[in-house]
C-alpha cells in the first residue's frame, strides 16, 4: 500500500521510463519527417490529437475504475478475513466451557489461523507459503501440508477435523459445530475470492489499445505541432504523454493488488495485525510489533 | 481468458478485418465523391466529426463498463462455485462420523461435484454437457441423468436425495442436513446465475446506434479532411476507426463469457482446479494436471 | 429481450418516427428564418451546439447506466425466482420422507411454484395475473385467490399454511420448517423488488430536461450551419439528432422492463423455463416446450 | 414520486426562478460592461466558456448519478420494508397453531406493524409519527409510546416482548422465536437505513461549486458572446444555463427522499399498499383505497 | 459532516490558499518570461490547455466518485453499528425471561455496548478510545482492557464472555445464544470495516498526478492567455483553477472520513444517538442530549 508521504521521484520516473524514451523518439522522428519532408506531409489540424487526447482521458477514467474496485475489492477481502479471524477466536472461547482442556484446543486453532493469513498472504505473492509459521504449527499437522498444494485450504480443512472431533468428545453440541462451520465457510469464500482476484487477468486488449492511442496522439500532435519550436514542442508532448502514461502505469499495477510491489495490498501488515489481536485475545502479553513502512509503502 | 504476455497481430487483425474493409470503402467514395463533386458538396467543418469522435468515447465508455461488469459477475459466479464446491466436501467430512462406510459416500458427493462443475462449464459453452465426466459418476445416476434437459440440475437434486439418504439412516442430524442444504442452496444459485448471464442477451440496440454513428463519424470526418492528401487521409481514418472498433469488439467479446471465445471466462481450467483441489482433500494423491494455457489465453 | 440477429428497421424507425418529424420541422423553420431574416441573426459560432452535443452525451450516459442497471436488476430479480423455485422444490423433495402422501403434497406445492411464476409474471405486465394456470391449482385453492387484490401474494400465503400443515402433521419437524420458510422469504423479496421496479417511475423531470437540450441543440446547430447548402445541412441535422434520440428511446424503453415491449425482461419465457425444470425435477417426462423466441425478441 | 405523465411548466419554472433572475441580471451587467469599457476588456476566446460548460457536464454527471443512487437506495429500503412486513404476518400465520387466541395474537401484532410503517414515514418526513395510527395500536402500548423519542423503535419493541410473551407461554419453541427475531433484525436495519439517508446531508460542498463554475460560465460566456446583439446573447445565455439549473435543482431533490416533495420516496402510498396486503392475508375484506397520486406525483 | 446552511469563505479559502498562491506565482512569472522572451516562446493555441482542463474534469469525476464512495461505505458501517446495537440490546430484552437478575444483566451489557460506540469512534480518529466511557463500564472490565491494544475488540471479547456466562447458568440456551452471536459477528464486522476505510491511503499517485496536470494547465493556459492585458489573465487563471482545487480537496477530505475534520462522517454524534436510544429501551427517562451542532458542520 502505498502511503499518503510523497512518492520518491525516482521511483514514478523508473515506472515509465522505457514509454518516455519510445515517445521521444517518435516525435523527434516524426517532427524531423515532417520539417524535412513538409511539401508531402499533410496540414494536420490541432483539432485531431486534441480530439484523440480526450478519447484518452475517456479510456483513462475507464480504465481507473476498474483497477481501483479491483484492488478495493482485494482490500475488502482481506478485511473480511481480519473480521472472521477475530470472530472464529471469539466464537471459540464463547462456545466451549472454560477449562484447561479447551484452552489448549482454543490455543492449537487459534494459532493456526494465525498462521493460515501469513500463508495464504504469501501464497497469493507467489513466496514459500509455509515459510515463518513453523512455530505456529503442530509437527503432525505441518507433515500432513506436504502432500497438498493448496497450502490455505489444507489448513481449513486441519480446523474442520479439529472442529469435528469437538462434537464427537462431545465438547460442543452441533448447533455450535454448525455455526462454527458457518465462519469457516466465510474464510473459504475469502480465500477463493482472493485467489480469484490474483489469477484472473485483467481484460489485457484494453491495454494494448489504449497505447496504440497514445502513441496515435503522439504521432498526430507532433505532426500538428511542427511549426513551434522542437525545443517548446518535444518537452510538451513528453509531459503530456507522461501524465496519460503515469496515470495507466498506476491503474495497471492497482489492478493486480498481490505482487509484491508498492502497490500491493499490505497482506504481510494485515496479517500481523491479526496475529497481535488474537495473542491478545488469548491473554498472551508477549505479542510482536505491527509492521514497519518502508520509506513511502508497506507491504 | 486473454494472458497478459501480448495477443497475436493477426488475432487482433482478425477480429475487425470486415469493418475495416467497409470503412476504407466507405471513406475512399466519400473522398471521390467529395473530390469530383466538390462544388455540390458542403464545406464540412471538422468540429462536426471530432464531436462525433467524442460522442463515441462517451457512448464506448458506458459499453466497456457494462461488458466488463458482466465479465466480472460471471467470473465471480465461477468463484462461487470454487469457493462453495470446496465447503460442500469440507463440511460432509466433518459433520459425517469418520468410518468406512462414509467415506465412500464422501467420495461419491465429491466426485459428482467435481463433475457438476465440469458439465456445468460444457453446458453453459453449447458443448456436450456428459463428454468426459463418466468416470466421476455411478452408473445409475448417469442413466437417471437422461431423462433430464438441464444435467447440471439434475446432479443436483442426485446431491439432495443422497442427503436426505443420510439423514434417513441417521447418519446426521436434521441440523447438519439444513447446513448441507444451505450449501447446495448456494450452488443451485450459482448455476442459475451463470445461466442468466450465458442466456440474456445485451441490449443489442446501443451496439446499432454505436455502429451507426462511427460511419456517420467516418463520412463526415472524410468529408471535412478531403483537402488532405488522400495518402494521408485514409490511413488516419483507417486508425482511429481501427481503434474504435477495436474497443467495441473487445467489449462484445467480454459481454458473453462463455462462448468458447479466448476472451472466455476459463471455465474449463476453473473446473480442472476444483478437481484437484478435492481430490487432494479426499488424501489421493494421483491428481490431474492443470489445465496448460494456449499461446495467448486460457480457457 | 431483444435478441442479437437484428432489428428491423421499420421497428426502430417506429420508435421515433415523430420526434424526427418535430426535428425535421424545427430545423426547417430555423433555417428559413435565419435565411430570409439573416440580418437580424446573430453569427452562431458552431462551438455552441457542438459543446451542446458534448453535453448531451454525457447526460445520456448518465441515462443509459441507469436504465440498464434497472433492467439488469428487473433480469436478476426474475433470475432468483429460477433459482429459488428449483431450490424450493427440492427442498420439499428431501426434507420430507419419501412416500405416496409427501409426493402428492410435493406435486401440489411444485405446481402452485410453477402457477405462482406465470402469475407473477402476467400481474407485473398488467395481464390477467390468472390467465393459463387454473390446471396447476387446486380448486379450493383458485377459490381462495379471488379476495385478495394482490394474486401472487396470495399463493405465497397458500405456501405457508400447506408448510404450517406438514409440521402440525408431524411430516415435518420445526428445523426443517424453518428453513421452508427460508426459501419463502427469498421469494417474498424477489416477489416485492420487481414490484418495486414496475412501480417506481424513473424520475421524469431528466428526460424532459434532455429532449429541452436535444431541441436547443437542433435550433443552434441548423443556426450555425445556415450557410451550408439546406440539401446537405437537413440530413446531418436529422442524422445526429437521431443518434441521440434512438439511444435515449432504448434507455427509455428498457428502464421499465415489464411492459409487453419487446426490450422486456422475457418473464413468459423464464416462467416456462422453470416450469419445464419443476417437472422434470418431479419425475414427470411430458413437459411443455420452451417458448420460441418471435422475430427479433422474446418475451 | 413524480409520475411519467408530464410536469406542469409552472412547478418547473419555480424551481429554479431566482438563479434565472440572477443569471440575467449577471448576463446584463456584465454585457454592459464589456459593451461600454470594450477597450479595458479582454477579448474572450469563446474556447473558455465552451470548456467551463463541458467541465460542468461532466461535474453535473456526477451529481446526478450519486443523488439517483441515493434515492434508488432510499426506494430500495421501502421496498424491503414492504417485503418484511409482508413475510412477517405470513410467518406468524405459519409458526403459529391455528386458533382463536393466536388469530388475536396476530392480528395485534399485524396491525400493529401496519402503525409501524406509516408511523416510519411519517417520522421521516418530520411529520407527527402518531398521526392517524391510534385505531392500529392497543391503549396499553400508545401509553407506553409516550416516553420514547424515537417511536418507531419503540413499536419494534413491543413486537419483541409480545414474540417473548409467545415463547413464555408455549405458543412457540425458541427455533421459531429466532426466525422471527431475524425478521425484525431486518426491519430495525431497513428503519436505520432509511433514518441514515434522511440524516446525512449530502456533501454540501460539491454544490457549492457547482453553483460557483456555472455563474463563471455565465460571465465567461457573456463577455465572449458580447459581439452579438444582446437580444439574441441573453436568451441563449438564459435557456443554456437552465439547462444545467434545472438539472442540478432536480439532483438536489432527489438526493433528499423524505422531505415531503413531490420528488419525494412515495412513503405513505407503500404504507397504504402494506396496510392493503395485510388486512387481505388477515382474511379482512374492508381494506382502505390506495393512495390517488396528485396531478403529477405520488406522495 | 458539513451542513446543508452554507459554508463560511473563510473555511473554503483556508483549504486552498497555499495552492492558490503557488498558483499566482506560477502565472506571474510565465506570464513574464512569455511577454519580454517573447521571441523565443512558441505560440501556444489555446485548444491545448483547454484539452488538459477536459482532461482534469474526466480525472476529477473518478477521484469524487471513489471518494464519495468512501465517505458513503464508512457512513453506512456506521449506520449498521446503529441498528446492531439496537438490534442488540432488543435481543437481550427477548431472549431473557424477565426478571431482576436478568434485568441487571442486559443493563451491564446495553451500557457496554454504549461504551464500545463512542470507543470505537474515538479511536478510529486518534483520540484516548477510553475518554468519557468510565461510567458505562464495570470496575473489573475496565481493568482487563488495559492489557489490550485493541480496546473495542476487548470489549468485544467481553461480550462474549458474559454471554456464555448466561449460557453456562441456564439462563439462556444454545440457540439463542448463537443468534446472539450472529449479532456480535455484525458488529465486528462493522468494526473491521470502519478500521480498514481508516488504515488504507487511498493510491496517492493520482492524486500527485491530477496536481501535475493541474500546473501543465496552469503553465499552458498563462502562455496561450499572454497577449490578454494581465490584470484579466490572472483572476481567470485563478478562478479555474480554484474551482479545479477546491473540488479535489473536497474529494481529498471525503476520502478519509475519520480524521476529526468537519466532513468526517459524524460519529460522536451518531454514538449519543445511540446512546439515547438504547437507555430509553432500558426504560431509563434520563438521557443525555443529542449532540448539537457546530456553525457549519456536526462531528
Request: net charge neutral; with cysteine.
Amino acid at each position: 500500500m502505498l502511503l499518503d508521504k510523497g512518492i520518491s521521484v525516482a521511483y514514478i520516473f523508473n515506472k515509465i521510463k522505457y514509454d518516455l524514451v519510445y515517445i521521444l523518439l517518435v516525435g523527434l522522428i516524426t517532427n524531423l519527417l515532417a520539417t524535412y519532408a513538409r511539401q508531402y506531409f499533410p496540414e494536420m489540424p490541432l483539432t485531431i490529437p486534441v480530439f484523440l487526447g480526450t478519447a484518452i482521458s475517456i479510456l483513462l477514467s475507464f480504465k481507473m475504475n476498474q483497477s481501483y474496485d479491483r484492488w478495493w475489492e482485494a482490500r475488502k477481502v482481506w478485511g473480511a478475513i481480519v473480521n472472521d479471524s477475530r470472530s472464529f477466536v471469539l466464537q471459540l472461547q464463547s462456545f466451549l466451557d472454560p477449562n484447561e482442556a479447551t484452552a489448549n484446543c482454543i490455543q492449537k486453532l487459534a494459532y493456526r489461523q494465525i498462521a493460515w493469513c501469513y500463508c495464504l498472504g504469501q501464497s497469493l505473492r507467489g513466496l514459500n507459503p509455509l515459510e515463518g509459521i513453523e512455530d505456529l504449527l503442530m509437527e503432525a499437522d505441518r507433515a500432513k501440508l506436504l502432500q497438498h498444494t493448496n497450502k490455505p485450504l489444507a489448513l481449513l480443512q486441519q480446523h474442520t477435523v479439529d472442529i469435528q472431533e469437538l462434537r464427537l468428545t462431545n465438547k460442543m453440541d452441533v448447533f455450535r459445530h454448525v455455526q462454527l462451520d458457518n465462519t469457516l465457510v466465510r474464510l473459504c469464500d475469502s480465500m477463493g475470492k482472493a485467489e480469484r482476484i490474483n489469477s484472473t487477468v485483467f481484460p489485457s486488449t484494453y491495454r494494448h489499445f489504449l497505447h496504440f492511442i497514445i502513441y496515435l496522439f503522439v504521432v498526430t500532435l507532433s505532426i500538428a505541432l511542427n511549426n513551434v519550436e522542437i525545443i517548446f514542442e518535444l518537452p510538451l508532448l513528453l509531459l503530456i504523454s507522461a501524465a496519460f502514461l503515469l496515470i495507466e502505469k498506476s491503474a495497471y499495477h492497482l489492478q493486480d493488488p498481490f505482487r509484491n510491489r508498492p502497490s500491493d495490498v499490505s497482506v504481510t501488515a494485515i496479517a500481523r495485525t491479526i496475529d497481535i489481536n488474537i495473542r491478545q485475545l488469548l491473554g498472551e502479553s508477549d505479542v510482536p510489533l505491527p509492521v514497519k513502512p518502508n520509506d513511502y509503502y508497506l507491504l
